[in-house]
């Protein structure tokens, strides 16, 4: 039984392009600490992927560049839980995100706006209300 990686809307990595790795966790742990293997490898192939569209798969490779490894996987790792079954949610929950916001299109430039007559006139009144207030404080005592 695998977990689903849902990446946007209907887009769903098969398990044949996901390769899970199991090894033992650092930290404190309990008496079978040294014989359970919790820790979650994810690794996925995004070069060689055929689930994502061209554009997508272009995106996140363009974005992803940093974290990729070995030509284009991507390796998510998780071992923040003592089970086996919650670290590979934890990975699978992990590397959804990382995808589904490298896929993502891009945001909208921003267009340039100009403030209005009011919000000028009412900025340069308090400018000089400020320095009106400032000048009144320099007078000297006679």
Same mark, same amino acid.
């Given at each position: 039984?695998?977990?689903?990686?849902?990446?946007?809307?209907? $887009? $769903?990595?098969? =398990?044949?392009?996901?390769?899970? %790795?199991?090894?033992?966790?650092?930290?404190? @742990? @309990?008496?079978?600490?040294?014989?359970?293997?919790?820790?979650?490898?994810?690794?996925? =192939?995004?070069?060689?992927?055929? &689930? *994502? +569209? +061209?554009?997508?798969?272009? #995106?996140? /490779?363009?974005? /992803?560049?940093?974290? *990729?490894? =070995?030509?284009?996987?991507? $390796?998510? %790792?998780?071992?923040?839980?003592?089970?086996?079954?919650?670290?590979?949610? !934890?990975? !699978?929950? #992990? *590397?959804?995100?990382?995808?589904?916001? &490298?896929?993502?299109?891009? &945001?909208?430039?921003?267009? !340039?706006?100009?403030?209005?007559?009011? &919000?000028?006139?009412?900025? *340069?009144?308090?400018?000089?209300? %400020?320095?009106?207030?400032?000048?009144?404080?320099?007078?000297?005592? =006679?």
């Amino acid at each position: 039984m695998s977990i689903p990686v849902r990446v946007r809307g209907s $887009v $769903v990595l098969p =398990d044949t392009e996901l390769l899970w %790795r199991f090894s033992r966790s650092s930290g404190p @742990g @309990g008496q079978h600490v040294n014989t359970s293997d919790s820790q979650v490898e994810l690794r996925y =192939d995004l070069a060689a992927s055929t &689930a *994502l +569209p +061209p554009v997508w798969k272009e #995106r996140a /490779l363009e974005r /992803l560049a940093g974290r *990729l490894t =070995d030509g284009g996987v991507l $390796v998510v %790792r998780a071992s923040e839980h003592r089970s086996q079954w919650r670290n590979r949610e !934890a990975a !699978a929950v #992990r *590397l959804s995100a990382l995808l589904s916001e &490298a896929v993502a299109p891009p &945001a909208r430039s921003r267009r !340039a706006t100009r403030p209005s007559r009011g &919000a000028v006139e009412r900025r *340069l009144a308090e400018k000089k209300r %400020r320095s009106d207030v400032k000048r009144g404080r320099s007078g000297g005592f =006679d």
